[in-house]
């Protein structure tokens, strides 16, 4: 590779890295303009959900969960994350038209938007996240110093799955009404507000199949238990999503040439 043409891929980086701040920017302010609480809806959402759940599990059915309100907020954000990009996703194509019919546009970046977008609802839950930490009396331990490294790989997993969802969606447009069986679905099949030792024991194979399970397994165990998760689920994981981002990517530039056409 020559000078020029190295210097040439690192511009071609710093438009894309600026190009999707840019967009992330822009999709945060229209999707909460007009609205006379703003980016507060991104926490208002995750603190009802921690409400219903913590009457529902704790006054009514009595999981024994210690520190189950801290147990289910770590749970719904992480979920809401995920949830929300794959929603988002399915519409990353289908509703940018006019960018994705601009000659030279960068199509590659909008379903890196939807994560990023999404993530940054989780980054503005996190004080929130902090304050229960401090109420519910937990002891923060260096192990929390890996909810980084967690966070990056679930933004890996949901990127490799919103490039697919993204892509599919502009010739089988049933691919979003699907979706949100799918995740229907999925929400129960995942410890989002009950522990994952409660599911019974000829189930668990299944339950542990789910590579979010792990995730929020793991950000619960850094944040609520103050201890390092087990490692072996999480090389599968890593593994899952870099297939995934890998498989994603090819899909959706295969697919690429062909967006504006369908639209």
């Given amino acids: 590779m020559t000078t020029l043409e190295a210097g040439g891929r690192g511009t071609r980086l710093t438009y894309l890295r600026d190009l999707t701040r840019e967009l992330v920017s822009r999709e945060l302010k229209l999707r909460y303009r007009g609205s006379a609480l703003g980016l507060l809806w991104s926490l208002l959402t995750p603190l009802a959900q921690l409400v219903v759940f913590t009457l529902l599990f704790r006054g009514v059915l009595k999981l024994d969960v210690p520190n189950y309100p801290l147990f289910v907020f770590v749970g719904v954000l992480a979920w809401n994350w995920f949830q929300s990009s794959m929603?988002?996703?399915?519409?990353?194509?289908?509703?940018?038209?006019?960018?994705?019919?601009?000659?030279?546009?960068?199509?590659?970046?909008?379903?890196a938007v939807t994560v990023a977008t999404n993530f940054m609802h989780y980054l503005l839950a996190l004080p929130v996240l902090a304050l229960f930490v401090l109420l519910s009396g937990v002891t923060l331990t260096p192990a929390l110093l890996l909810l980084p490294a967690l966070l990056a790989l679930q933004f890996l997993l949901t990127l490799g799955l919103a490039y697919l969802v993204s892509s599919v969606n502009v010739t089988f447009r049933d691919t979003a009404h699907l979706l949100a069986v799918a995740l229907n679905l999925l929400f129960y099949l995942t410890p989002v507000f009950y522990a994952p030792e409660s599911v019974p024991e000829r189930f668990r194979l299944v339950a542990n199949l789910n590579p979010l399970a792990a995730l929020l397994n793991a950000q619960r165990d850094v944040i609520v238990e103050g201890r390092v998760p087990a490692l072996a689920p999480l090389v599968v994981v890593a593994a899952l999503a870099l297939a995934l981002l890998a498989l994603g990517v090819a899909v959706f530039r295969r697919q690429s040439g062909r967006f504006a056409e369908e639209l």
């Fill in 87 to 111: 929603i988002v996703a399915a519409g990353a194509i289908t509703d940018n038209r006019e960018l994705v019919r601009r000659p030279g546009f960068p199509t590659i970046v909008l379903p």
